[in-house]
C-alpha cells in the first residue's frame, strides 16, 4: 500500500513540504489541502504589487493547485479547510468549502503548515470596506482595485513594523498621502537607536506624516461601510484608505485538537526533525516557533526562509528521510524609499536579555570608493559579546550594497565568528562595488579596539 503523506496548508511552507516528499519518495500519495484559492503565491511582493513596481499579479503565483499537481506530482485540494485531528485514527476532518460538506482523508504522515493570522485592534469598524491587512493574495489584490477604483487620497498606516515601512512606500507610490502611527516613540523595535532614527528621517524625506506614541482608541465611518477618520490618544486623522500592519501570529487552533505542544509565543515546537510532540504528526512554516542559534531561546519569526527550509525538513523525513533543521539567526531586510535596512541576530537587548554583556559600536563608510558615481554612506552597528569577542548582532542601514553586506554579518554570525575573524575576511575591493576596507571590516576592526580599550 502506497505511503500517504497530507500537507496542512498551501503557502510557503506546505509546498515546500509537499514537493521535497514526494522527490524523497516518488511512489508516495502526497496531498496538499488548502482552505483558500491560491497556493504558493509571495506575501512579501504583496506591497511592490500594490505600489505598481510589480505589474503583473500572475507572477506573484508561481505554482497554481494544476501546476504543482503536473511538475511536481503533489495532489491539490483548494477550498478544503481542515477543522479536526483525530491523531489516534490517523485522520484529518476537512470542510470542502465549495460543496458545503465534511470530508475525511486518512494520512500516514501528516505536516501542518497552516501559517500565522493577523492581530487586530478589536474595534468597531475594523471590517469596513476600505480597512485593509496585507496577509494574502486576496489582500493584495483587494487593495489595488480600492485605489484604481475609488481613487483614495489619503492613507493611514498602523503599525510601524517591516509591513508598515513597505505599504508606506507602496502607497506613496501609488499617489497618496501617507501617515503612519506608531505606538512607540521610533519606528522597527528591534533595530538600535541610530537604525530606528534614521528610519524616521527616510520617512520624512519622503514626506510621509510619522506619528509617535499613537494607541487607536476607535473609528468614524460614514453610515455606508468606510472608515473616515481613526482617533487616537493623541488626536484625530482622516483617512480614505487604512492599511492595519499590526503584526502576525501563529495559527494554531487546528494544532490544539490534536494536543500538540505550543511555545512561549504560541507556536508549534518541534525537535530540529520538525517533529511534534505527536507521532506522525510534523510542522513547519509560520504556525511554528524557531530555535535562535545565537542565544539558543526559541523566537517567533514569520519568514517565508525559514518556512520554506522546515518545510523541506518536514517534507523529507515525513517521507522516509533524515534531514535536520538546526534554527535560524534571524535576518531580515526591507528597502525604505532612498536606503535599504537590514538587522542580522541580536539586538543589543536581546543579547542583555539573554545573560550577555554586549558590546555596541557604531561606524558609516562610504558603499564604493568615495569619488565613484553612485557611492553612498553605509552605517553598520555590530553588538558583540564582550566576554568571548564574538559577533552577536548587527543592523546595516544606508544607500545601495547596505542589506548585501548585512548577508556578510549574517554569515559571520551563523558560524560564531569573533570580530577579530570578521576584520580578517577575504572581501572584494573594486570602486563600483566596495571601497580597499569593506565598511564590515572597518566596522569589526573598531568594535574589536573598542573591546581591548585601545582608540581607534
Given at each position: 500500500m502506497k505511503q500517504r503523506i497530507v500537507v496542512v496548508g498551501g503557502l510557503a511552507a506546505g509546498p515546500s513540504a509537499a514537493s521535497k516528499a514526494k522527490r524523497v519518495n516518488p511512489n508516495a500519495e502526497v496531498l496538499l489541502l488548502e482552505q483558500g484559492e491560491y497556493i504558493s503565491y509571495g506575501i512579501c511582493e504583496i506591497p511592490y504589487f500594490i505600489g505598481g513596481a510589480i505589474q503583473d499579479p500572475s507572477l506573484l503565483v508561481p505554482y497554481s493547485p494544476e501546476r504543482l499537481r503536473q511538475v511536481k506530482g503533489v495532489e491539490v485540494k483548494t477550498g478544503h479547510r481542515v477543522d479536526e485531528i483525530q491523531a489516534t485514527k490517523k485522520k484529518v476532518i476537512a470542510r470542502d468549502l465549495e460543496r458545503e460538506k465534511d470530508v475525511e482523508f486518512q494520512y500516514d504522515k501528516l505536516i501542518l503548515a497552516t501559517g500565522s493570522r493577523v492581530r487586530?485592534?478589536?474595534?468597531?469598524?475594523?471590517?469596513?470596506?476600505?480597512?485593509?491587512?496585507?496577509?494574502?493574495?486576496?489582500?493584495?489584490?483587494?487593495?489595488?482595485?480600492?485605489?484604481?477604483?475609488?481613487?483614495?487620497?489619503?492613507?493611514?498606516?498602523?503599525?510601524?513594523?517591516y509591513v508598515g515601512m513597505e505599504m508606506c512606500e507602496a502607497l506613496s507610490s501609488a499617489g497618496l498621502e501617507v501617515t503612519l502611527l506608531h505606538r512607540a516613540e521610533l519606528p522597527m523595535s528591534r533595530l538600535e537607536q541610530s537604525a530606528r532614527t534614521a528610519v524616521v528621517d527616510a520617512l520624512g524625506r519622503n514626506r510621509i506624516r510619522f506619528q509617535p506614541r499613537q494607541r487607536v482608541r476607535s473609528f468614524e465611518g460614514d453610515g455606508a461601510g468606510k472608515v473616515t477618520a481613526l482617533v487616537t490618544t493623541q488626536g484625530r486623522y482622516p483617512a480614505d484608505v487604512v492599511i492595519l500592519a499590526l503584526g502576525v501570529e501563529p495559527r494554531n487552533d487546528l494544532a490544539r485538537t490534536a494536543r500538540l505542544s505550543v511555545g512561549k509565543f504560541g507556536g508549534l515546537t518541534t525537535n530540529p526533525k520538525q517533529e511534534t510532540n505527536v507521532d506522525g504528526i510534523y510542522a513547519a512554516g509560520d504556525c511554528c516557533e524557531v530555535k535562535n542559534i545565537v542565544n539558543n531561546k526559541w523566537m517567533y519569526v514569520p519568514l517565508a526562509t525559514y518556512a520554506s527550509r522546515q518545510g523541506w525538513v518536514a517534507g523529507e523525513n515525513a517521507a522516509g528521510g533524515r534531514a535536520t533543521f538546526a534554527g535560524a539567526i534571524r535576518a531580515l531586510g526591507v528597502k525604505i524609499f532612498d536606503i535599504e535596512v537590514a538587522h542580522v541576530g541580536?539586538?543589543?537587548?536581546?543579547?542583555?536579555?539573554?545573560?550577555?554583556?554586549?558590546?555596541?559600536?557604531?561606524?558609516?563608510?562610504?558603499?564604493?570608493?568615495?569619488?565613484?558615481p553612485g557611492n553612498s554612506t553605509i552605517g553598520i552597528i555590530l553588538v558583540a559579546d564582550k566576554t568571548t569577542g564574538r559577533l552577536l548582532g548587527a543592523n546595516?542601514?544606508?544607500?545601495?550594497?547596505?542589506?548585501?553586506?548585512?548577508?556578510?554579518?549574517?554569515?559571520?554570525?551563523?558560524?560564531?565568528?569573533?570580530?577579530e575573524e570578521v576584520a580578517?575576511?577575504?572581501?572584494?575591493?573594486?570602486?563600483?562595488?566596495?571601497?580597499?576596507?569593506?565598511?564590515?571590516?572597518?566596522?569589526?576592526?573598531?568594535?574589536?579596539?573598542?573591546?581591548a580599550g585601545r582608540s581607534r
Amino acid at each position: 500500500m502506497k505511503q500517504r503523506i497530507v500537507v496542512v496548508g498551501g503557502l510557503a511552507a506546505g509546498p515546500s513540504a509537499a514537493s521535497k516528499a514526494k522527490r524523497v519518495n516518488p511512489n508516495a500519495e502526497v496531498l496538499l489541502l488548502e482552505q483558500g484559492e491560491y497556493i504558493s503565491y509571495g506575501i512579501c511582493e504583496i506591497p511592490y504589487f500594490i505600489g505598481g513596481a510589480i505589474q503583473d499579479p500572475s507572477l506573484l503565483v508561481p505554482y497554481s493547485p494544476e501546476r504543482l499537481r503536473q511538475v511536481k506530482g503533489v495532489e491539490v485540494k483548494t477550498g478544503h479547510r481542515v477543522d479536526e485531528i483525530q491523531a489516534t485514527k490517523k485522520k484529518v476532518i476537512a470542510r470542502d468549502l465549495e460543496r458545503e460538506k465534511d470530508v475525511e482523508f486518512q494520512y500516514d504522515k501528516l505536516i501542518l503548515a497552516t501559517g500565522s493570522r493577523v492581530r487586530t485592534l478589536g474595534l468597531e469598524g475594523e471590517d469596513s470596506r476600505n480597512v485593509f491587512h496585507v496577509k494574502s493574495l486576496e489582500d493584495g489584490y483587494g487593495i489595488r482595485r480600492f485605489i484604481e477604483q475609488e481613487k483614495p487620497r489619503r492613507a493611514v498606516v498602523i503599525g510601524g513594523g517591516y509591513v508598515g515601512m513597505e505599504m508606506c512606500e507602496a502607497l506613496s507610490s501609488a499617489g497618496l498621502e501617507v501617515t503612519l502611527l506608531h505606538r512607540a516613540e521610533l519606528p522597527m523595535s528591534r533595530l538600535e537607536q541610530s537604525a530606528r532614527t534614521a528610519v524616521v528621517d527616510a520617512l520624512g524625506r519622503n514626506r510621509i506624516r510619522f506619528q509617535p506614541r499613537q494607541r487607536v482608541r476607535s473609528f468614524e465611518g460614514d453610515g455606508a461601510g468606510k472608515v473616515t477618520a481613526l482617533v487616537t490618544t493623541q488626536g484625530r486623522y482622516p483617512a480614505d484608505v487604512v492599511i492595519l500592519a499590526l503584526g502576525v501570529e501563529p495559527r494554531n487552533d487546528l494544532a490544539r485538537t490534536a494536543r500538540l505542544s505550543v511555545g512561549k509565543f504560541g507556536g508549534l515546537t518541534t525537535n530540529p526533525k520538525q517533529e511534534t510532540n505527536v507521532d506522525g504528526i510534523y510542522a513547519a512554516g509560520d504556525c511554528c516557533e524557531v530555535k535562535n542559534i545565537v542565544n539558543n531561546k526559541w523566537m517567533y519569526v514569520p519568514l517565508a526562509t525559514y518556512a520554506s527550509r522546515q518545510g523541506w525538513v518536514a517534507g523529507e523525513n515525513a517521507a522516509g528521510g533524515r534531514a535536520t533543521f538546526a534554527g535560524a539567526i534571524r535576518a531580515l531586510g526591507v528597502k525604505i524609499f532612498d536606503i535599504e535596512v537590514a538587522h542580522v541576530g541580536l539586538s543589543s537587548k536581546e543579547a542583555e536579555d539573554s545573560g550577555i554583556i554586549p558590546v555596541i559600536e557604531e561606524i558609516s563608510g562610504n558603499s564604493r570608493v568615495s569619488y565613484y558615481p553612485g557611492n553612498s554612506t553605509i552605517g553598520i552597528i555590530l553588538v558583540a559579546d564582550k566576554t568571548t569577542g564574538r559577533l552577536l548582532g548587527a543592523n546595516v542601514y544606508g544607500g545601495d550594497g547596505a542589506v548585501l553586506r548585512a548577508n556578510t554579518l549574517a554569515a559571520a554570525i551563523q558560524h560564531k565568528l569573533t570580530l577579530e575573524e570578521v576584520a580578517k575576511l577575504d572581501l572584494i575591493y573594486a570602486p563600483p562595488f566596495a571601497p580597499l576596507w569593506d565598511p564590515v571590516l572597518t566596522a569589526a576592526r573598531t568594535t574589536a579596539k573598542k573591546m581591548a580599550g585601545r582608540s581607534r
